[in-house]
């Protein structure tokens, strides 16, 4: 490879190096920002006065009850607010008109039980239901700091319900608790629902 070659590689590693570490520091810097907007959250007796409810199931979600790999870990409890869901239906699946996109004030806060029966929030999501996001005019799924939210949709095929009793939609997680997996992923491998009780 000629002197001039290798430069020119050298260029453009480069430039992808910088191009990652901007979209590294623009994604923590959004996560941050959400973490300052729902600090009031920690309070699980705000998040209630505000109109939350606890998942009725009253279900601490984790990888390996999903059918998933027990690496991925938890999710935690979710404490939903109906009206930002646009909630419409829960039977056969959870079905509703919502295309709320604001991470500042979310429809959906993640809760972790702690050893002393607390509940700490350690993240936060919202939810659109896809018919409706489609309804909407919208051809694509909603980003969040340069990343398309995850598609969930139950496959009938497979033991697992892919969409946690939901219609299909879009959602995305945005983790306070360092995630080894990525803040923006929908599991955690630091949260754990070892100490879920019935009383949360």
Known sequence: M???SMFAVSAVCLSMMIGFASHAEAEKSAVEAVKAATERFQDVDVALAEGY????????????????PAAWGAMGIHYLHPGLLG?????????????????????????EPQTDGSLQLVAVENLVFEKAWQEAGNSGPPTFAGRD???????????????????????????????PLGALMPFNPAVTCEHHTSTH
């Open 2 to 4: 000629s002197k001039q």
């Open 53 to 68: 409810i606890p998942d009725p199931s009253n279900h601490c979600v984790t990888a390996e009850a999903e059918g998933l």
């Open 87 to 111: 909630l419409t239906a829960s039977e056969p699946r959870v079905d509703g008109t919502g295309i709320h996109t604001d991470f500042d004030n979310p429809a959906i806060l993640l809760y």
């Open 149 to 179: 939210w995850d598609r969930m949709a139950d496959d009938p095929n497979t033991p697992g319900d892919e969409a946690h009793g939901f219609e299909p939609h879009y959602d995305q997680h945005v983790w306070f608790r360092d995630n």
